[in-house]
């Protein structure tokens, strides 16, 4: 059973706009992952966010993680065909010094179009 | 390239045939863990090791599913009379702060 719900689920825009993708989890974690994945290959990771309302950027790419730790956004300005790809969140819990295994939600699929 | 490498990166198997997928972590990560993803899903935890001790398996490891990290270096993960169903794409992933670093999968049919 998938315990982050993604939205999104699809999103085709023209390249310059801008567009925000949604996590949300009846659950807290530990922390928020997000990864970009293209076809036929592994996720690629992007940021972890970890504290309760904690802002990460990465170049155009604006991450927010709620204040509950229950849900997170993913923000990107003046989109690039470039960022074309799988956009994927995913829930972490630690135990014994480590992560356990993360809790994925199924991705906003992204095309940006020139 | 020191990251997260798997073999065989496409296998085409007839349903009841076994087949064996290795993954080789990034160097000195003590944690590895085995996903599967299916089309249009986000990947879904199998399980995973810490060192050689397989620490936690998801309901989705059927009993014809093994994994194995005998030395506390690569892993293997087996299937044993393989179904259609379980076509997808298993990935890899290894950590050691707990941030998680995937291997390009290995993308399974069964015909």
């Known amino acids: 059973t998938q315990l982050l719900e993604q939205s999104p689920q699809f999103l085709s825009i023209q390249e310059g706009e801008n567009l925000t993708v949604y996590c949300n989890s009846s659950?807290?974690?530990?922390?928020l992952q997000w990864y970009r994945q293209e076809p036929g290959e592994g996720p690629v990771l992007l940021v972890t966010v970890v504290t309760g309302g904690e802002v990460k950027k990465l170049k155009r790419l604006t991450f927010q993680f709620g204040d509950a730790r229950k849900d997170s956004s993913l923000h990107i300005t003046a989109a690039q065909p470039g960022d074309t790809g799988l956009y994927l969140c995913?829930?972490?819990?630690?135990?014994?010094?480590?992560?356990?295994?993360?809790?994925f939600g199924k991705g906003t699929h992204l095309i940006i179009q020139p | 390239d020191t990251g997260v490498s798997q073999n065989p990166r496409h296998k085409i198997t007839k349903r009841g045939q076994n087949v064996t997928f290795r993954c080789d972590p990034i160097?000195?990560?003590?944690?590895l863990y085995w996903y599967r993803q299916t089309l249009g899903q986000g990947p879904e935890f199998l399980t995973y090791?810490?060192?050689?001790?397989?620490?936690?398996k998801s309901r989705l490891l059927s009993d014809r599913f093994s994994a194995e990290r005998p030395k506390g270096s690569f892993s293997t993960l087996e299937i044993q009379r393989t179904e259609q169903g379980d076509s997808a794409m298993y990935l890899c992933?290894?950590?050691?702060?707990?941030?998680?670093?995937f291997g390009p999968g290995t993308r399974l049919l069964v015909l």
């Open positions: 995913a829930g972490a819990r630690y135990s014994g010094g480590g992560a356990d295994g993360l809790t």
């Open positions: 659950s807290v974690f530990s922390s």
């Open positions: 090791f810490q060192n050689e001790a397989q620490l936690e």
């Open positions: 992933a290894s950590s050691f702060t707990g941030v998680q670093y």
């Open positions: 160097s000195e990560h003590n944690r």
